[in-house]
């Protein structure tokens, strides 16, 4: 049976920074970085595609749908009007007060001046950790989560302070939480609404807490908001409405499809920004220009009725796959209100799910990605599934979903 | 005299973050990494050219020209293609491919998968930095030099070691220097050719001389090679051509002027591929995809012969400015063989190069950068002048700052 490969390689890979060190400067912290295994793995659906084999992709952290047209469109008219030299570090004036204008939509005063413009909400998470994070201090942030959070605390000698989170909260940091695993060293917050890889939102009320213990403890909030836009039901609101002194990560990626463009903001509290400025210029000089001209046209309404139509369809998306990967002996404790993800406790089938996910991939052709890509806390007993397919994808997903299941329970001592 | 306003300006900012840390969480780096002046500088004379006065540019550190036809054609089609999804890390292959073709041109054989496609310089230096140092050892950089190198270490928390270099060594670092310079805790050693912002270049022997030096002592060199392209007379060759085993940054932005675009590479010795590849996928999961995708016509024929027009061009400009600088009592000791820069002594003038840029701007309609943006050593006796404006421009500057340094050896105790 082929399903060593994948986690094998993965095991590889940890292991070589060592080997290759013996020989080779390298620095500790890439040691501790550990790689990001969806990529490794799509990279390994495709090898398989370009074999001739098919692959239902559910692993991928991206919308399947492109950049919308009139967003296209005015970075076509960027271009051809020679927009190509640098903007200003903080970001094109005009971008600043769209976007200042899409809080206003939502009833929230920003300045233009707290909004810095940045490449990909990565460039935003990096400005904000190294603005407020020491060496050593500690970041608290929820396990599961997004994987490069606590890479970015850890590049730059900081120290992720991971907090378990299970379905009890709906995978989301308490007030509680923070106050019972913040450590002498602790310097900030980290949340995520909608999160990733499960999914949920906080509400108005958990925010307020949660600004208010990081307030108490002096200490400082982020709250990574990439996936704002993309709620089915009740939207939340933004952590600007319940505070102002929080740091708050954004993206045009998500919601308004523009992944490979590299564009994303960050709103900073008052009296940050200039220091928010000077780490821009010297890490970044400006974001893209083309792709800061053509998010101009993100918030139109042809373009905003182009993205509510997509909504919709995660949304039927969602609607269907949930219930289909339950039927199937999958755990999904909670009903996730926004994302495109799915987390599922594959306890019943296995406790190991590199192991799981790799065998998947290779004979079953579905990929997803392991759990321990988001963390440690029960990570190998959970695997995620984006719904950034066609229905139909999905369907023939669940399809040979089921039948490796099948196999795999009648296989003894898998 | 209205000189004081700029660099009083940029002495508040020095101080706010002490000002703003009363009340607010900012870590340590933030204190200790200075604005990019050049930036403040020009935002300034934006603010003069809007209330209706004229300034002659010569701070810009990109070149005045669009980026090449067939480039933003290639970017038109990419759009218009709907590539607008994340590409692989490491970048698109094709790109890679096209990059080892360029070099394979000079004679340089590297494979694809040594080439990391970055966002900017700026993303490949941080990548290389973060891969060799640690918090605490040094990085040996000629002091002046591009004023984001010490930064990018300080915010990795590495320690920059400054090496003061003048005109004896043209401004370069030199073997000797390494091996004097070299202390228990360094780890790694950066140099530019051509330089910025004295336009020198390292000949091949400089190169494998500094290579050895840094070898014997088990560090790590970088080379930064933004400008290449951008010589007049005998173009050096890539430090590629004498070691494998450097880290070498370039970028799309100088030469083939692309600068909004955000897009460069870094050539990683054997064995760093994977390490590379882990921070790049977390730090920004890939560069711009569009800006990938035209850069792929970036070596195309047509496009060489346009940057070759401009490279005579910028040569034309650099033998009618030093001349005219000289005249004036400006002090430029070396000819600049690259780059599009003039490091000029202004003692005879003034020893307080901020005051002196700030006079210049104010009083004559002049931008010039203050050496103290590039670092400690004799900066407040330099200045730079970039030649990335027309010829009519630059002749209208050198009239100016003939008027303005007659007026000031009139005035007394300036």
């Known amino acids: 049976m082929p399903a060593v490969p994948l986690s094998s390689i993965w095991r590889w890979f940890a292991g070589c920074t060592v080997a290759e060190s013996r020989n080779l400067r390298l620095a500790a912290r890439v040691g501790d970085i550990e790689p990001f295994r969806v990529m490794d793995l799509l990279a390994r659906a495709r090898t398989l595609e370009a074999a001739g084999r098919s692959v239902v992709h559910m692993e991928i952290g991206e919308p399947d749908f492109p950049t919308p047209a009139p967003v296209v469109e005015a970075g076509l008219r960027a271009l051809s009007d020679g927009h190509t030299q640098y903007t200003p570090a903080l970001g094109l004036p005009a971008l600043r007060e769209a976007i200042a204008g899409h809080y206003a939509e939502q009833g929230v005063n920003i300045s233009p001046e707290r909004i810095v413009i940045t490449p990909g909400a990565s460039g935003a998470l990096l400005l904000a950790l190294g603005t407020v994070l020491n060496p050593g201090e500690g970041l608290l942030l929820a396990d599961p989560g997004y994987p490069c959070n606590r890479h970015f605390a850890r590049f730059i000698e900081g120290v992720p302070q991971a907090v378990p989170v299970g379905p009890e909260s709906r995978y989301q940091l308490t007030a509680e939480q923070v106050a019972a695993h913040w450590q002498p060293n602790s310097a900030a917050v980290l949340v995520a609404s909608p999160s990733n890889p499960t999914g949920t939102v906080l ?74 400025e000077k780490l821009a210029q010297n890490l970044f000089i400006a974001a893209s220009t083309p792709a800061q001209y053509a998010a101009l046209a993100a918030f139109a309404p042809e373009t905003r009725t182009i993205l509510e139509e997509r909504r919709a369809e995660f949304q039927r998306r969602r609607d269907y796959l949930l219930p289909a990967l339950r039927e199937l002996g999958l755990e999904i404790p909670i009903v996730p209100q926004g994302a495109f993800y799915l987390y599922a406790d594959i306890s019943r089938f296995s406790n190991d799910a590199e192991a799981f996910s790799a065998d998947l991939l290779e004979r079953a052709g579905v990929a997803v990605t392991p759990g321990t890509d988001f963390g440690h806390h029960r990570a190998e007993r959970h695997v995620r599934f984006a719904y950034t397919t066609a229905r139909e994808q999905l369907e023939e997903g669940v399809r040979r979903i089921a039948e490796h299941l099948n196999l795999l329970s009648t296989e003894p001592d898998l």
Chains 1, 2 share one sequence.
């Not at 108490?216 to 409405?241: F, K, N, Q």
Request: hydrophobic fraction near 45%; charge should be negative; aromatic fraction near 12%.
């Open 203 to 276: 509400t108005k009320g958990e925010i307020t807490e949660l600004a208010a213990a990081v307030e108490a403890r002096r200490g400082c909030l982020l709250v990574d908001e990439i996936y704002h836009g993309l709620v089915y039901g009740e939207a939340p609101p933004s952590a600007l409405t319940v505070t102002d002194r929080a740091f708050i990560i954004n993206s045009f990626s998500k919601y308004f499809c523009m992944t490979g463009w590299r564009l994303g903001w960050l709103v900073v509290p008052e009296g940050y920004v200039r220091a928010v």
